[in-house]
């Protein structure tokens, strides 16, 4: 695994993480699920950390990736069930996922496209990714570019447009479902007719 500055930051911060963050906002994760074409039971929090954004949605036995211990600790501590892994190189089987959410996590995946790739062979036809991310191009954005750079992260921010292109690139059919600092796109799997 590789460019791995931010995991170790986030394996640190784990015990403290929950304290910190505001709960996750529930109303564009619903949104972007209710995109799905098929029922949305099977979900994974990718990028997932402690859980907090699949604790938002009222989700039965959501699976949370990420590459930090520390923080999937955490998650298993909030009664989850976790895979360590490397967003990049997904622990799922091809098309076995109805929904695949990844939350103020994508920046800090060193491959994004390989990991939004690994997302979309996960889903089932009819299955929805949905990302939520930081906009670069807004005032906050470049603040928060700026303070992640001051602490050794490796991030890289996409603005919606970039990221709805990424998605599409790796076979979604990607809308950006609303704009500002924080932004969200989803992404539908639409099998071959
Ligand atoms: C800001 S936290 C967000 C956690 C959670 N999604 C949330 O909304 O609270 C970013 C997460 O991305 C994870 N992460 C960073 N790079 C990763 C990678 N290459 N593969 C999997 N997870 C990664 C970190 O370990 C961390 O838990």
Redesign the pocket.
């Known amino acids: 695994?590789h460019?791995?500055g931010?995991?170790r930051f986030?394996?640190r911060f784990a015990r403290a993480?929950d304290f910190v963050?505001p709960s996750?906002r529930r109303a564009p994760l619903r949104e972007g699920l209710a995109l799905a074409e098929r029922d949305v039971e099977r979900v994974v929090?990718?990028?997932?950390?402690?859980?907090?954004?699949v604790r938002a949605l009222d989700v039965d036995r959501p699976l949370v990736?990420?590459?930090?211990r520390g923080?999937l600790r955490r998650a298993v501590a909030h009664g989850l069930d976790a895979a360590q892994?490397?967003?990049?190189t997904l622990p799922l089987r091809d098309g076995t996922v109805d929904a695949v959410i990844?939350?103020?996590?994508l920046h800090?995946?060193?491959?994004r496209q390989a990991?939004l790739a690994e997302a979309a062979r996960a889903l089932a036809d009819g299955g929805v990714l949905v990302v939520r991310d930081f906009d670069p191009g807004t005032l906050l954005g470049r603040l928060l570019v700026s303070s992640e750079r001051v602490m050794g992260m490796d991030s890289t921010f996409d603005g919606p447009d970039a990221l709805a292109r990424l998605v599409a690139d790796a076979g979604l059919d990607a809308a950006v479902l609303d704009r500002g600092f924080g932004y969200t796109v989803a992404g539908v799997k639409r099998g071959s007719q």
């Open positions: 695994m460019g791995f931010d995991v986030f394996d993480y963050m996750a929090d990718l990028g997932g950390g402690t859980g907090r954004a990736v990420d590459a930090s923080m892994a490397d967003a990049a990844v939350v103020d996590a800090h995946v060193p491959d990991a």
